[in-house]
């Protein structure tokens, strides 16, 4: 059964501070993805990842970045937290190939304030 | 670009069937998805349809896909209450394994 989680389900910050969220999953799946979940706007894809020390922008990645160092590993930093960075992140993972199932977290709430 | 559309909310009687609508760009997409999200959760797939196929039927789900119009539907049948989630449409984008989402429907089931 695949495991994807997620290191904290609610997270609060302060405007101006480094934030790392992490992600794990447990199956060896190649690729790996940091989405933000907004009311209205669905999700909406940061950066994503096919390989170890591999990483691609996604549609939104300006203030962000990523780190993955082993492959079951998948980090999303935010540099300098700001106030329209409060939202839900959801991370997910998968194989290569269609069909494509990503398999998800169960998402970390951040506020910043 | 690519984008997917889907009307945000969505409401049914308990046991009525329940028909999510969607609109897509990317004509050369495989497949194209329904992924479910229950409160608190992430998401999960619901299920997919090849694109060279109009209709994929599993148990009370129907998948429906009119490739001329993009379009694509989620019928559930005999909907419960069990059945209140956000569903999302996805489309896959191209050879990046990346998928496109659109904005999900949220369905509210009442007594």
């Known amino acids: 059964d695949v495991k994807v989680t997620q290191s904290s389900r609610y997270l609060v910050k302060r405007t101006g501070e480094k934030v790392f969220l992490e992600c794990v999953q447990d199956m060896d799946h190649e690729n790996m993805f940091w989405y933000r979940q907004d009311p209205g706007l669905g999700l909406r894809l940061i950066y994503f990842s096919y390989d170890v020390k591999m990483k691609e922008k996604g549609d939104i990645p300006e203030g962000y970045s990523v780190s993955r160092e082993k492959k079951e590993r998948f980090s999303l930093i935010l540099e300098s937290a700001s106030t329209n960075q409060t939202s839900m992140y959801l991370c997910a993972s998968s194989l290569p190939g269609d069909p494509y199932e990503q398999y998800f977290g169960p998402g970390t709430r951040l506020t910043v304030t | 670009g690519e984008d997917v559309e889907q009307s945000l909310f969505l409401s049914v009687r308990e046991g009525d069937s329940s028909v999510i609508n969607c609109t897509y760009t990317?004509?050369?997409?495989?497949?194209l998805y329904w992924y479910k999200q229950e409160p608190g959760a992430g998401l999960q797939l619901l299920t997919y349809i090849f694109s060279n196929m109009d209709m994929k039927q599993d148990q009370r789900l129907t998948v429906l896909l009119n490739k001329k119009d993009k379009h694509l539907s989620l019928r559930i049948a005999d909907t419960q209450t069990g059945d209140s989630a956000i569903y999302f449409c996805?489309?896959?984008?191209?050879?990046?394994?990346?998928?496109?989402f659109g904005a999900g429907t949220r369905l509210a089931v009442h007594p």
């Open positions: 990317d004509s050369s997409s495989t497949y």
């Open positions: 996805a489309e896959s984008d191209g050879g990046y394994n990346k998928l496109i």
